[in-house]
DNA sequence: TAGTAATTAGACCAATTGGACGAAAAAAAA
DNA sequence: TTTTTTTTCGTCCAATTGGTCTAATTACTA
């Protein structure tokens, strides 16, 4: 009956590019339109696979929250190796991940924060991430030191503070 | 020959009432018909203080970053607690802040970045803050640890990592 | 009181927005 | 081939956008 297409994995192939596109504009400063030629495709055919704009959003953060591996970690490897690491691949897209972030946070009180499915999913497998690297006990310090880091070397657009390789 | 309104100073004081809209809204979310009936007056006043909508973005961001004081901190109380209090300064406005500056600084590049007078005047005024407290040696790496501590806390949606007081 | 300049209000404009809709095109099933 | 269902396209709409312009209002000076 249909297209060939793979309808869920071509969702969230789009959701997936679509994202940079959100991130660069922010969720107002996107529209449909855009994003659909961005995209490569129309305004109508985007409407077909997400029904609002909103949608479009919430597959975006989705992809973008989740896309992170806990098998990133080397376990042969010096903890400094791992961090050092695992900052050169956070710093690529630190910028355009927590703008993305701050937008889709944008307006929550800390209590629907922490109620927020998909924020939490996302931190929590950052977490893991740290554990593996410094342990149970250090994760939360470690993963903040580094976030902090490449907050404020973002903020000086300088590499300064983050552990680098 | 005019009202008697001190034109800066009532330019100033909208522009740090505006900043709040901005942050809550986003730079694409705020029309200047919304952000003038929140402030309380026609669009062609706000027109007449700020000739474009970027003109009004730049002096909040402005109001924003530079509303930040080495007074601060108390020279008779322990780092500890000056930093247990700076936390708590920063956290009331962490989110709608950081909102701000990365709508501010989206779509630069590092380079850029490091070029903008705003920012690298806001990002050093914070710096001596945090020299005060820790002293010139340790006050990058304090002030990477409590921002990525404030920041993993706003996503957490729960005090956790940030000292506080 | 009359004059003058800063301030405000409201109508207006072309462009863009999110979304709805019906019809065309494509590809599988019969 | 014919049917059926998914995917795509272009058009249309009311609402909102940033910005301009003219007219009214204000409060000071003379």
Known sequence: MPKIIDHKAHSQDLAQRAAKYFSDHGYAGTSMRKVAAYLGLS?????????????????????????????????????????????DFMRKDFGTEMALVFDYLRGKNPTEIAADEAMQLSIQSYRKVFVAISGEERADDVMARLFGGLLVDYMYGKRLLAYSG
């Not at 973008?64 to 376990?75: N, P, R, S, T, Y």
């Open 43 to 87: 305004k109508s055919a985007l409407y077909h696979y997400f029904p609002t704009k909103e949608d479009l959003f919430l597959a975006c953060t989705k992809e973008v929250m989740a896309g992170f591996d806990a098998e990133f970690v080397d376990l042969e490897a010096s903890e400094e190796e791992n961090l050092a690491r695992l900052t």
